[in-house]
């Protein structure tokens, strides 16, 4: 008999709709529930494609017994995560804070008033089901600790630290640089050890941090991590695209699940590399991580599913290990064993039950013997089970997907990452722009309640911009323009920086704001970027402005933790580098080859506008006319332009000087 959950549209709330769990989704009616019933309320918060949570969903969600307790004692309530990342921000705050490290799947116990009183993560039949009696029993017997309880962390919950501006100068920046080296693994790339997480904006500062300074060793700690993730286990050699993370320091072994916002944060990182240092691989992994987005991300509505799950069948793994027998199977004795030597598959294996996860050290020689056997495993691999995918449209990994891509198509020459980005952005900007305002998700061309928060203003608007520099459509311009002003307007802090949720928006027990550049980009530094790429395209100054003042919110941390600020030290690097204006005007041959010409400079600082003479809507095109009837490149280094050029040589010297 399905619960409540059976009317939601995340896909993960979806998967607990057969439990015998009397599940309510997060809203008043649970609350007014527990209120009516005098209970607490257990509040589990996951996503779909979190292992650890089918793991308590199969050991307890779907156990009679528990559920009888979960029933009889509490009112159950299920998040998801990624569809309302503002409740999981607030409640992941006072786990951490309670126990000293949080994770998912997220176990909360509120009062009525969603105060929470006592927090962890995952727990094991035996200890949930004890935990729910000690809990049931302390709320029937001892209120009075639990409300003092749940009094200080509502109070601790409810002071928004301090944190005192700090410009991120260049001294800032090549300190946070030198920070990272101390802490670099130079033996397997990454940093730290083991769990090892991609760490995309980090690298991508610093990719900037080289091109601003010509630091060897910056260069040096994205190649050698590059090429450990993309030779190693983390990434599926036959399919492309990458893993959430690897559970060894060597990036053998990965955490199979594949999430949106990890490829399309490393699809442009890989790009940068490329452009900057013509990289082979890094071209390949571009390429095949741009199809594997398309391919196996893409939605029937021309936007990106959120990610595909670690398990096949209940087994983690399952769809992408091999043993040499099974290669030997599919190939053939003697290919067999050349693919198992090319793959560094075992006799032991690297992975569970003799299996391995598949390597590659070096491309091998015969290109064509790659070629066909790697479309007879990726046959072969079709027919086992295979994992079951998130296919919720998140507004904020989707602009991450529409920057990563339309950059691809211009740099790679490949109009159909182009397309496939301005499709995304079509969809997005007309099923989730209700009334003016971004909703957080949609599935299957509904959207969601869920309201936008300040990383979906961020990100959407950054591939907007970086849309409208690819196509020199004036449209994106313009809306990313309109999302900026909203963020302006709703999410900014007076003391700096901008909240995670609007001022509008549902009240909780505290209002967060996250400063810290994890997975993804913060909402701060998500929109400080944005903000400051809309500034150096149009030159508005209360836009600079803006960006400078999001960063200076954020500087503290990012200079002190350069591994929990990435984004914001990467945006610091655009900033001081910047703005550098390319505006070319014209429409031949020769206009395309001085916009590739600008395209090819790795600036942190670049922004290129594309079209006719005083196209309406492209500021930087304004009172750039033609040179002597032919195209021509203008270039501008803080609003101050040089004169103009014609030709691809001069253009490459006026980028140089």
Same mark, same amino acid.
């Given at each position: ?401 529409? +920057?990563?891509? $339309? ?6 020459? !490949? *109009? #159909? ?5 301005? &499709?995304? %952005? =079509? ?19 509904v959207v969601g309640r869920a309201a936008g928060v300040a990383d979906d203003y961020g990100n959407l608007a950054e591939g907007l ?84 003042? +999001?960063?200076? $919110? ?6 002190? !933790? *350069? #591994? ?5 030290? &990467?945006? %610091? =690097? ?84």
């Amino acid at each position: 008999m399905p619960n409540r959950l059976a009317t939601a549209t995340s896909p993960y709330l979806l998967q607990h709709a057969q439990n015998p769990v009397d599940w309510w989704e997060w809203g008043p009616e649970a609350f007014a529930e527990a209120k009516r019933r005098d209970t607490p309320i257990l509040l589990s918060v996951g996503y779909a494609a979190c292992h650890w949570c089918h793991v308590m969903a199969h050991e307890s969600f779907e156990d009679a017994d528990v559920a009888a307790a979960l029933n009889r004692d509490f009112v159950a309530v299920k998040v998801d995560r990624e569809e309302r990342p503002d409740i999981d921000a607030v409640y992941m705050q006072a786990t951490t804070a309670l126990t000293g490290q949080g994770g998912w799947p997220m176990t909360c116990f509120l009062t009525p008033d969603a105060v929470p009183f006592f927090c962890g993560t995952y727990f094991a039949k035996p200890q949930f089901l004890a935990l729910l009696a000690g809990v049931s029993e302390a709320w029937t017997a001892r209120r009075p600790e639990v409300l003092a309880s749940s009094g200080k962390i509502a109070e601790f919950l409810g002071q928004a630290a301090a944190v005192e501006p700090a410009a991120l100068d260049a001294a800032a920046l090549d300190a946070g640089a030198t920070r990272l080296r101390a802490g670099f693994d130079s033996r397997h790339g990454g940093f730290g050890g083991a769990p090892k997480f991609p760490p995309s904006m980090v690298l991508e500062f610093l990719l900037r941090h080289h091109a601003r300074t010509g630091s060897p060793s910056s260069l040096a700690m994205v190649e050698r991590t590059t090429t450990a993730m993309a030779r190693g286990g983390l990434y599926d050699q036959l399919a492309g695209g990458f893993a959430r993370y690897a559970v060894d320091a060597s990036w053998v072994v990965p955490h199979f699940e594949k999430m949106l916002y990890d490829n399309a944060q490393l699809l442009r990182v890989f790009l940068h590399l490329h452009r900057l240092t013509g990289s082979p691989l890094a071209a390949r992994v571009v390429r095949e991580t741009a199809d594997f987005l398309l391919r196996d991300l893409g939605t029937e509505e021309d936007a990106f599913a959120s990610s595909l799950d670690a398990d096949a069948a209940g087994r983690e793994g399952s769809t992408y290990v091999w043993t040499q027998a099974e290669l030997v199977a599919v190939l053939g004795p003697d290919d067999g064993a050349r693919a198992a030597a090319a793959f560094v598959v075992t006799d032991t294996g690297t992975f569970e039950r003799g299996a391995s996860t598949l390597q590659l050290p070096a491309d091998p020689e015969d290109a064509d013997w790659w070629a066909s056997t790697r479309a007879r495993l990726l046959t072969a691999r079709a027919e086992r089970p295979q994992p079951a995918r998130d296919d919720k449209v998140v507004t904020s990994w989707n602009g991450l997907a529409i +920057a990563a891509l $339309a950059e691809a198509g211009t740099l790679l020459g !490949e *109009p #159909r990452y182009t397309a496939a980005a301005r &499709a995304c %952005a =079509e969809l997005v900007l007309d099923r989730h722009l209700v009334d003016g305002r971004l909703r957080r998700a949609s599935r299957d061309g509904v959207v969601g309640r869920a309201a936008g928060v300040a990383d979906d203003y961020g990100n959407l608007a950054e591939g907007l911009l970086a849309l409208h520099q690819a196509t020199g459509e004036p449209h994106w311009l313009g809306a990313a323009g309109d999302l900026l002003e909203t963020a302006l307007t709703r999410f900014a802090d007076p003391a700096g920086g901008f909240f995670d949720v609007a001022d509008d928006a549902e009240a909780l027990v505290a209002r967060p704001k996250n400063l810290a550049d994890n997975a993804e980009p913060a909402g701060t530094s998500a929109l400080a970027g944005a903000l400051l790429t809309y500034a150096a395209l149009t030159g508005s100054t209360r836009h600079r402005a803006a960006a400078d003042d +999001a960063l200076a $919110a954020a500087g503290l941390l990012a200079a002190q !933790e *350069p #591994r929990f600020g990435g984004w914001t030290l &990467a945006v %610091a =690097e655009a900033a001081l580098a910047g703005p550098l204006q390319v505006a070319v005007v014209g429409d031949d041959d020769a206009a395309h080859e001085l916009a590739a010409a600008a395209w090819a400079s790795s600036s942190p600082g670049l922004v290129v506008a594309t079209g006719a003479p005083d196209a309406p809507g492209v500021p930087l095109l304004a009172d750039r006319p033609l040179v002597g009837g032919s195209s021509a490149a203008y270039v501008c280094r803080g609003f101050v332009c040089d004169m103009p050029v014609t030709t691809t040589t001069e253009l490459a010297q006026a980028l140089a000087g």
